[in-house]
């Protein structure tokens, strides 16, 4: 099996050698988890980003995979450092925006649990600064027989601005509130528009998922080309295959393209009123017969929209059956993967209240078998497709010795005793 794999994440500002060390160390935990070997090959530069080569080997099967990144941690990297004034401006328009336009209504309509957490974000806010205000108020208190009262009011507002700064660091930094409010913000300019060059980014990834496709059905060195996209990145990378059809509507037919969206946050963007384009890109992808979808979704995780459909924006049908490979009818196609499963008992309590840790988890390797990990489909010995249709993931393949047990073209088929 030969696959090349598209990763975009989400609004972060990791650089590509980060996404390599995390690589190597969650493709250590695969192999140990799944009984296999794994090798990774050290990064080189791409167009877009970066790309490092992998081969897995099972006790009768074997993998190699291009991993590359479309990476895009430059722009985010900028967006987040902008002045605290400009900051302090983006977010007043963002709340007052989402308030005018009904899209913080519609976020509760659509999922209560994404609704409560965009309301967490600004609630924290408040709750820091306000603790900041009673300790400046404190301080202007304690000092204020030994100073004027302009003193002491100075050296209240003083003492509030340096709590308020510190709490910003703990725990708004556990928590991860600045990443929250400036992400709130950024959607709201992502909607209308706003973000120019995050858009021709995207075009550039469209452009070089094309080539990388071109050149795969040239050589015919590809069995499939998957292109996982977490959080924010999943729209990316709808937004990309949406440009692509646009300039070739066959595009899948001749190289198996398979879209595998994870910890979605589409809906935070096609539920704005100005999100037009955003569902109209959406609805392209669906509509494109020879691009299966994937959607993993889990209700643990309280950053994306769980039981939202990305396309419809209605509620979206879990799929808890197995089906055909290759049946992709749904449109996406939804899964639920529960995160308890994934990770230890000992890992979830060490992590139950970082909800953006909680968020990761779909990308990131399991510490124990489950029915989704991400890995495999990265390099797992089966295809995409046979394991899109089978509930129980790679467990219903592999055994505990790392063995392929099942048939890839056919999951109700053993192997041979000779594969």
Known sequence: MRRHVFFVAGYHPMTTQEHFRVFERELRRFAGVWSVEAHCQPPQPTPTGASWELAVTGANWRTETTFEVLAWDDLARTDMDRSVWSHLKGQARAVVDMITSGTLARYFRASRR????????????????????????????????????????????????????????????????????????????FAHGRHREVDERVRAFARRIAAVAQHGEKQGDVDEIVLAGHSLGAMHLISALAHILDADPAFGTRVPVRLLTLGSTTAKFALHPAGLRLRQAAEKVARAPAIGWLEIQSRDDMVSFYKVNPVTLGPAEITDHNTAPGDYGARPLVRHAAIRDMISAETYRRFRFDVFRLHCQCFLAGDKRAHHDFYAYVCGPVPFDALAAETGGLLAFVDSLGRLVRHAADPRRPLSSNP
Do not use: N
């Not at 009673?134 to 507002?157: D, H, K, R």
């Not at 709490?167 to 509130?177: A, D, I, N, T």
């Open 114 to 189: 994404y609704g409560l957490f965009f309301l967490f974000t600004y609630l924290l806010l408040a709750a820091v600064w306000l603790g900041a205000a009673a300790i400046g108020t404190a301080v202007a208190a304690w000092v204020s027989p030994q100073l004027s009262g302009t003193g002491s009011w100075l050296t209240g507002i003083g003492a509030t601005l340096i709590a308020g700064l510190a709490l910003m660091r703990w725990p708004g930094r556990k928590f991860h509130l600045k990443q929250s409010l400036d992400l709130a913000e950024f959607s709201v300019d």
